[in-house]
């Protein structure tokens, strides 16, 4: 049977023979096929456009956009001037003007996506953002909101075994409001709860070494526990990451103590954020932030705050004041100090990493055809002198190194190159033996250590960390024979007879007796030291 859609009843059917075309054909027929084509084009035309036409009505009012409230109904054309208290808000207008252009870009997204122009139920009054602003959620290391805030302290400053106590530490989960004109943190904690005095503050000399002698030139800093985000000052500028505060005061300016006290510290409390932490110092030395930048610049991703001239509050979703530290030239294990683990070899890779230096290991005696280990010696121009230091490093060449001397000091980087490309480092006890800490792990560190029973203090401050640092480590103690004493004090003076009670003085005595002693090392006793060292990099 035939369609009935586009033709009209026919007669019943006759006989076969006798059957008709229908009437539409019949009329179709007698057109001319070039006029049918151009009918057929305009009417393929007039259907698309009716269809583009339904189909944008249908994407403006599609019941998916008008129950997200995120466009307006009826929306006036651009070109309408429309009064601000019953029209499209400005930003809406913005969207209005611009519809055109992103059009093109917002078709071509897989995802459907809404200017952040139109989405008007954001908007907020502005007593809104102020209560906006206190729920901001407060994250260090982890994360947890200002309802979590927790302060925790390090007061263990007594380590057996170690005559020098650690400073006071503590760490702040919350919002931490820091006002440096104030030379406080203020804490917003709602339970009030931490190791707070009846003042509900706590105060802290930010200085990694806790030094009666010192500690009084370190900047106090205070942690004020406040209920409410609203008992703080008002936030100058908000960080998204924690803030770290530390003081540069005390002995910095001496290479030792700038690591000890300042830099290892540093990278035991801020390494494992990657960056993203602000770093504030209190005593701010502009020399000192120079020349440790680079440091300064791989644990933190932003510019250093002076904390003295600063005038603005800044606002963090959690802090530190002070540092934790180990011992000198030591990070070892524990659960509060160093939760993440660190070492001393971590320690050295930063160095290098920073410094860009290029050697991770020594030369290996024997690889390589006609190689000679080189030998950096360290000169003192001060005390503890090698008054035969020439004479030393002739036996050292005679013996296969190949010898460097140079006086430590000047720019960090340039000395840190020169240490690093050596395989053996030989000094007398001092500063200049912090300079280990740029050799290629492996390396052979040798400390001539002078006379006065100073046992202790070598193997605590460089023979010990050399071994942490995975260093070979040779030690030669000079005999009484060696040392530039014996033209001062008699053979029979307790400097000696008996060497402790020059210890017994404190440190004023050793100042003034060992540490002003030069030495002269005997080449006989001395050469089989050296020889240790070579053998030490045929392993």
Not at 74 to 86: F, G, I, K, Q, R
Not at 215 to 224: D, F, H, M, S
């Amino acid at each position: 049977m035939a369609s009935t859609a586009y033709t009209r009843p026919s007669k019943p059917p006759g006989p076969v023979g006798d059957r008709r075309q229908p009437r539409l054909a019949k009329e179709l027929g007698r057109i001319e096929p070039k006029k049918l084509g151009i009918g057929l084009v305009a009417g393929c035309c007039l259907a698309l456009l009716t269809y583009i036409s339904f189909a944008r009505l249908f994407a403006i009012y599609s019941p998916v956009f008008e129950s997200s409230s995120l466009v307006v109904k009826n929306a006036p054309p651009a070109s309408m001037t429309v009064p601000s208290t019953d029209g499209v808000p400005v930003q809406e207008k913005i969207l209005v003007d611009e519809e055109k252009e992103a059009s093109k870009e917002e078709a071509e997204s897989k995802e459907p996506s809404f200017p952040e122009e139109a989405k008007i139920e954001d908007k907020e009054e502005p007593f809104q953002e102020s209560e906006k602003e206190v729920a901001v959620l407060a994250k260090l290391d982890g994360g947890a909101t200002a309802a979590e805030a927790k302060i925790t302290c390090d007061e263990n400053a007594v380590d057996e075994g170690f005559p020098y106590a650690r400073p006071s530490v503590c760490e702040l989960t919350g919002e931490v409001r820091i006002s440096p004109k104030e030379k406080t943190m203020f804490f917003v904690n709602p339970s009030g709860a931490g190791p707070f005095d009846e003042n509900a503050e706590k105060k802290i000399r930010p200085y990694a070494r806790k030094d009666t002698f010192l500690l009084p030139g370190v900047v106090e800093v205070t942690i004020k526990s406040v209920p409410s985000a609203s008992a703080a000052p008002e936030c100058s500028r908000r960080h998204e990451v924690p803030a770290v505060v530390f003081s540069t005061a005390g002995y910095t300016d001496n290479f030792f103590h700038d690591n000890t006290d300042v830099m290892i510290p540093l990278f035991l409390s801020a390494a494992h954020f990657a960056g993203e932490v602000q770093l504030l110092i209190t005593n701010y030395k502009p020399w000192w932030v120079k020349k440790y930048a680079p440091l300064l610049k791989k644990l933190s991703n932003y510019e250093v705050i002076n904390f003295e001239k600063e005038e603005a509050v800044h606002c963090f979703p959690g802090g530190q004041l002070g540092l934790y530290r180990d011992r000198d030239l030591i990070i070892g294990p524990h659960p509060t100090r160093n939760p993440h683990n660190y070492t001393m070899v971590d320690y050295n890779r930063f160095l290098r990493r920073a410094y860009g230096l290029p050697r991770d290991v020594p030369a290996v005696l024997g690889e390589k055809t006609g190689t000679r280990p080189k030998m950096l010696m360290i000169e003192r121009k001060g005390t503890r002198k090698l008054l035969n230091l020439h004479v030393v490093a002739a036996l050292c060449e005679q013996l296969g190194f190949d010898v460097t001397v140079s006086e430590a000091g000047g720019e960090v980087r340039e000395f840190a190159e020169k240490v690093n490309s050596a395989d053996v480092l030989l000094a007398v006890h001092g500063a200049g033996m912090t300079n280990q800490i740029f050799l290629p792990t492996g390396a052979v560190l040798v400390q001539i250590v002078p006379w006065g029973k100073m046992d202790w203090m070598a193997t605590n401050f460089y023979g010990q960390p050399a071994r942490d640092m995975q260093l070979r480590y040779v030690e030669y103690y000079v005999s009484e024979e060696e040392t530039t004493l014996k033209h001062k004090y008699p053979r029979d003076h307790y400097v000696f007879k008996d060497p402790m009670a020059i210890h017994a003085q404190g440190w004023p005595g050793i100042a003034e007796i060992i540490m002003k002693q030069d030495v002269e090392v005997n080449i006989t006793r001395f050469k089989p030291f050296l020889l240790q060292a070579l053998d030490q990099l045929q392993d």
